[in-house]
């Protein structure tokens, strides 16, 4: 894929997660679900009636699979890069992290609370 093919799909998953993520997105899917549901009668219950929900929330959540695994990847990416500059300011080395994931779950749990507790408020 080229760089500007690759930027305009980067700024649609950006812009439309975005979107898509608010509240009232979710009110709106709500009304839509229950507008079908008491449409239910007029339309006998019919085999179209089930197959209009059934088809759109398979096609939208079907793509919005891909939105939402490009927004994760990006924001895994961002998020490792900060950690490795972190890592290197603070002199971090790879020994010491391998033994923190060795350590027992108390002992992270007092590592975690020892931070907290250093945390400017």
Known sequence: ???????????FTSRT?????????FILALFLVVAWGVSGPLFD???????????STTVITFLMVFIIQNT????????NIKLDVLLEKHKITQ?????????????LERQKKQLQHKKPN
Not at 1 to 11: G, P
Not at 72 to 79: E, F, L, S, T, Y
């Open 72 to 79: 994760q990847n990006r924001d895994n990416m961002a998020i």
């Open 1 to 11: 894929m080229t760089k500007k093919k690759s930027d305009i799909f980067t700024r």
């Open 45 to 55: 219950f019919s085999d179209t009636w089930q197959l209009v929900i059934n088809t």
């Open 17 to 25: 997660g975005s979107f898509l993520g608010r509240p009232w997105t």
């Open 95 to 107: 020994k010491d992290l391998i033994e923190a994931e060795e350590e027992s779950d108390k002992y």
